[in-house]
């Protein structure tokens, strides 16, 4: 027979077995060293369909620090506004750099990212924030994916904390006209305005007195 046409193996003085193949001009040699032949063998017949499928991800690629990564992913933000930009560069610095900055990004798998969540929950975060953090960390994650840094992000399928829907509390007339007597008077048109006006915040905070409208 014929030596095999994609990689090879070779036994270590250990006992084991190591394979090795070349791929895009680089010798790429197996992270572990394996049990037997077949299973080296294996390997590489593995590495060879993903060669041919497409869907071959470079193992050293994965080796990048989450840090460096998260750098890179951030300076190739332009979809979002610059206040949602500032609420995710602020989670990220916040709660998810602390955990996993230097991590390997192939390191970070299924269940550590779990554990994260559950330690945020039990730290006696809003489960909101804690939500945010973990969905911001699956975004920089299913990048590195669409990057080729990974083969499928470690965030996929994680459960995150329930957010309870708060009821929202009216003022009755009485409260409104207790509030307006309180507030500074600078501020009493725009709590009357604001309760019986019908306008959002955003328009009501940018009235002017100066404005005159028909």
Known sequence: MGRRPFGSVRRLPSGRW????????????????????????????????????????DPYAARMRFSEWA????????????????????YLERYVLPRFGEFELGLIDHMAVRAWVAELSASGLAPATTTKAAQLLGKIMKAAVQAGLLMKSPCDGIKLPRIEQMEMRF?????????????????????????????????LFGLRAHRHYC
């Open 171 to 203: 003022l009755d007339p009485t409260e409104v006209r207790a509030l307006a007597d309180a507030i500074h008077p600078r501020y009493k048109a725009t709590v009357l305005l604001a309760a019986y006006g019908g306008l959002r915040a955003g328009e």
């Open 18 to 57: 190591q394979a090795s193949y070349w791929h895009a001009g680089r010798r790429h040699i197996a992270e572990v060293t394996l049990m037997t032949k077949a299973d080296a063998n294996a390997y590489l017949a593995a590495a060879e369909t993903h060669i041919r499928r497409g869907s071959w991800i």
């Open 71 to 90: 750098e890179e992913w951030r300076a190739s933000i332009v979809d979002l506004r610059p206040s949602t930009k500032a609420r995710d560069l602020g």
